[in-house]
T-cell receptor, first 115, second 117 residues
Framework: DTGVSQDPRHKITKRGQNVTFRCDPISEHNRLYWYRQTLGQGPEFLTY????????KSRLLSDRFSAERPKGSFSTLEIQRTEQGDSAMYLC?????????????FGSGTQLSVL | AQTVTQSQPEMSVQEAETVTLSCTYD???????LFWYKQPPSRQMILVIRQEAYKQQNATENRFSVNFQKAAKSFSLKISDSQLGDTAMYFCAFIMYSGGGADGLTFGKGTHLIIQP
């Protein structure tokens, strides 16, 4: 197992376009998280899945954002009608267990630039 | 809401020296976990060390140790015998003990640590 994979690594898009990112967690991990990181800041929590169920969404996640995790395996994060303020690195992380204190394994992120 | 503050935007030390990174946090919770994560230029966040708030003993992982002061809400990271590969952004993070509920980590803004040869 090579860890958490994210695709694409970089995405450049024009304002108003839709984009979709993919995350493949470590295979046996039941918990999957999406975070957003802007320049000079720490990651900010966006949303969380336990298996296929999306259990929590941050207030940061506007209606233009949607995330799915069909069958409890890979996850996708879609941003509709992108805005320049959406430019950031989007990080995916996964863990195994029942509690929030488990070690998170992060992917290398998708860097989004909205022109 | 929980907040995590890292007051040192950047630090630079010579190889083999010891360096301490500061972190303070604010919470009304009594059960929580604290973490230090490392983010090298490859961008992948890597867990360095974890501390349970109910444990008085400070966590240690090889050259990395913490000084956890619960009453002061302080959680500093000490790196001994620093190595060039320690150069990275270091983030302090907090999470409530949810007992199985859904929570996200709250991160500080990070400290850029540079190890000079």
């Amino acid at each position: 197992d090579t860890g958490v994979s994210q695709d694409p690594r970089h995405k450049i898009t024009k304002r108003g376009q839709n984009v979709t990112f993919r995350c493949d967690p470590i295979s046996e991990h039941n918990r999957l998280y999406w975070y957003r990181q802007t320049l000079g800041q720490g990651p900010e929590f966006l949303t969380y899945f336990q298996n296929e169920a999306q259990l929590e969404k941050s207030r940061l996640l506007s209606d233009r954002f949607s995330a799915e995790r069909p069958k409890g395996s890979f996850s996708t994060l879609e941003i509709q009608r992108t805005e320049q303020g959406d430019s950031a690195m989007y990080l995916c992380a996964s863990s195994y267990g029942q509690h929030s204190n488990e070690k998170l394994f992060f992917g290398s992120g998708t860097q989004l630039s909205v022109l | 809401a929980q907040t995590v503050t890292q007051s040192q935007p950047e630090m630079s030390v010579q190889e083999a020296e010891t360096v301490t990174l500061s972190c303070t946090y604010d919470t009304s919770e009594s059960n929580y976990y604290l973490f230090w994560y490392k983010q090298p230029p490859s961008r992948q966040m890597i867990l360095v060390i974890r501390q349970e708030a109910y444990k008085q003993q400070n966590a240690t992982e090889n050259r990395f140790s913490v000084n956890f002061q619960k009453a002061a809400k302080s959680f500093s990271l000490k790196i001994s015998d620093s190595q060039l590969g320690d150069t990275a952004m270091y983030f302090c993070a907090f999470i409530m003990y949810s007992g199985g509920g859904a929570d996200g980590l709250t991160f500080g803004k990070g400290t850029h640590l540079i190890i000079q040869p």
